[in-house]
């Protein structure tokens, strides 16, 4: 029997998902220009490359799709996606050097469908690591750029850009969008206090049904293209992420609440629907459980997920979450952790 072949490089790379994207749907090419905060978090994605000579393994491409239990040759150049239209059209974007062969593991602890920007930490993650095999590095602000474009190019997919760019940079960000796609990330740093105390606050529900576009969302984006980007729908929803900065750097809590609960009352005046029956019986929970404030997580609708921001006891928050699952067997609390850092790539040492 045929020793396995070894590879000469494992490539490593994680990427935050995004929670509590005050001003969403704004970062959009009918917006036209936009305001947006968002918080990364962990889980993260994971992503790991084996790279071998070419020589080394018949297939150029093989790409293991963890949670899906999926493990496929990939063909960088076929003219259609197959299994994961994301994964494949991201490597294809990359452009793999052809004098190597890949064996791409893709793992995320988040749900998927949780509304959490979890496709573009995917994508950024993907991105990132293959970017380690050509030289040169592409900054945070271009790897977001290029996971946007796998979407909107390649997938000819809706996408706006705060997913990418809350991804690469991680942290707490304010990003002003002063022309689609164009926009500048302005981190939010905070005393750690205010860091950790926030980080103890929150909360991420997941609703227990994966979230996808619907034909609700193309009804809303038909209607704000009609408004144009100066209608006071989307202003209202720009207004909330400017909130929620100037209450981070206060530290005031309750001022933060107060901007996801309008948010997600500006997400149900573009569409009632928006905020699902599931999503308005745990808003009705946390509301009565002392939460200062929730935020249906991305663009709403069927499934998905809620941020929480409760108050100043541990032990409220705890029964608060007990509640909410007994209330639902589909509802499910996901620990999370604010990420310090986005998009981080490495090696790994490779011994005998």
Avoid at 38 to 50: A, K, S, W
Wanted: hydrophobic share 40%.
């Amino acid at each position: 029997m045929s020793e396995k072949p070894k590879p000469i490089r494992i490539i490593n790379s994680v990427a935050p998902i995004r929670v509590c994207d005050n001003g969403g749907w704004t970062d959009t090419w009918f917006a036209e220009h936009g305001k947006v905060f968002n918080i990364g978090v962990y889980p993260y994605v994971e992503v790991q490359v084996e790279v071998f000579p070419r020589e080394a393994q018949p297939d150029r491409i093989v790409l293991f799709a963890e949670n899906y239990g999926q493990r496929y040759v990939v063909h960088p150049d076929a003219p259609t996606f197959e299994k994961h239209p994301l994964l494949e059209a991201a490597i294809q974007y990359m452009r793999v050097p052809k004098n190597v062969a890949l064996q791409i593991s893709i793992y995320s602890e988040a749900p998927a469908g949780c509304s959490t920007g979890t496709s573009a930490a995917v994508s950024v993650a993907l991105i990132g690591a293959l970017d380690c095999l050509t030289p040169g590095r592409m900054t945070p602000h271009e790897v977001a750029a290029a996971a946007h474009a796998v979407e909107v190019q390649l997938l000819k997919q809706q996408s706006g850009i705060q997913d990418q760019l809350c991804s690469a940079y991680g942290g707490i960000n304010f990003i002003d969008m002063h022309h689609y796609p164009h926009a500048t990330v302005s981190q939010i740093q905070v005393p750690n206090s205010v860091w950790w105390e926030l980080e103890r606050r929150l909360a991420l529900v997941f609703l227990g049904k994966s979230h996808s576009s619907s034909a609700v969302h193309e009804m809303v984006i038909r209607d704000l293209e009609d408004a144009g980007p100066s209608s006071p729908r989307l202003e209202a929803l720009r207004q909330t992420a400017v909130m929620a900065r100037d209450a981070v750097y206060a530290g005031d809590f309750v001022a933060l609440g107060r901007s996801m609960i309008l948010n997600t009352e500006a997400q149900g005046d573009l569409h009632p629907d928006l905020i699902s029956a599931d999503a308005r019986q745990l808003i009705e929970i946390a509301r009565r459980g002392g939460a200062l404030g929730w935020k249906v997580n991305g663009a709403g609708g069927e499934g998905g997920s809620i941020t929480l921001l409760c108050g100043a006891l541990s032990s409220e928050k705890r029964a608060l979450i007990r509640e909410i699952e007994e209330a639902n067997p589909l509802f499910r609390n996901i620990p999370i952790y604010l990420s310090r850092f986005g998009l981080r790539q490495w090696e790994q040492q490779i011994t005998s």
